[in-house]
């Protein structure tokens, strides 16, 4: 079992900038796949961004391309999101996942939440206009 904790949430203007952190449990998180969900009220939980454990590649959501940032630590067991030019329709709970280790998440189901085996309980982020 492999436990994931958001931080890092709050409220923000637009314009600003937040960075969400994701602490996950376990002595391989080297070989975790990492994404980022959003879910604002009323719709569906939708992809934001993930990075494979192999080669770090990257990807996002067309949605906050060129805004939002995804790496990780792996010597701190944590993944991030660097969140730039926030937006109000960036407004969400967003949670952090984690695929089973090893696991080759290819870039045509990243975005796919079936993919991922663990899940954190989420972080509010609340972008003022």
């Known amino acids: 079992q492999v436990y994931l904790v958001e931080s890092g949430g709050g409220l923000v203007q637009a314009g600003g900038s937040l960075r969400l952190s994701c602490a996950a449990s376990g002595r391989t998180f080297s070989t975790y796949a990492m994404g980022w969900f959003r879910q604002a009220p009323g719709k569906e939980r939708e992809f934001v961004a993930a990075?494979?454990?192999?080669?770090?590649?990257?990807y996002y959501a067309d949605s906050v391309k060129g805004r939002f940032t995804i790496s990780r630590d792996n010597a701190k067991n944590t993944a991030y999101l660097q969140m730039n030019s926030l937006k109000p329709e960036d407004t969400a709970v967003y949670y952090c996942?984690?695929?089973?280790?090893?696991?080759?998440?290819?870039?045509?189901?990243?975005?796919?939440?079936?993919?991922?085996?663990?899940w954190g309980q989420g972080t509010q982020v609340t972008v003022s206009s």
């Open positions: 996942a984690a695929t089973r280790g090893t696991k080759f998440l290819a870039s045509s189901v990243v975005g796919d939440l079936r993919e991922y085996d663990y």
């Open positions: 990075i494979t454990w192999h080669l770090g590649n990257t």
